[in-house]
Nanobody, 115 residues
Framework: QVQLVESGGGLVEPGGSLRLSCAAS????????MSWYRQAPGNQRELVAA???????VYAGSVKGRFTISGDHAKDTVYLQMNSLKPEDTAVYYC?????????WGQGTQVTVSS
């Protein structure tokens, strides 16, 4: 059972930046996809960004150019750098690991963008 531990959420003013981290409890080998999802109150959970084991990346249109997903294979950690934050980015952000046969979720971290 892989555990995903997220950190880095908080309160930031519009236009500010935050970096989220997601650390896996074991080494990531073979095929996998590490993703960030978010869920705002009253909304469905949506994909924000995904990092594949071949280092390819996918972004939601609403965050493209503002958010960057990256990975540190030595630390089994994935990051989400969020710049130019907007109030509509406010949500609980979840880390997700998809190994094809198994899917794991982190506990979520709150991001609030407000003045």
């Amino acid at each position: 059972q892989v555990q995903l531990v997220e950190s880095g959420g908080g309160l930031v003013e519009p236009g500010g930046s935050l970096r989220l981290s997601c650390a896996a409890s074991e080494s990531l080998l073979g095929f996998y996809v590490m993703s960030w999802y978010r869920q705002a109150p009253g909304n469905q959970r949506e994909l924000v960004a995904a990092l594949y084991s071949d280092d390819s990346k996918v972004y939601a249109g609403s965050v493209k150019g503002r958010f960057t997903i990256s990975g540190d294979h030595a630390k089994d950690t994935v990051y989400l750098q969020m710049n130019s934050l907007k109030p509509e980015d406010t949500a609980v952000y979840y880390c997700n690991l998809d190994r094809g046969s198994s899917v794991y979720w982190g506990q979520g971290t709150q991001v609030t963008v407000s003045s």
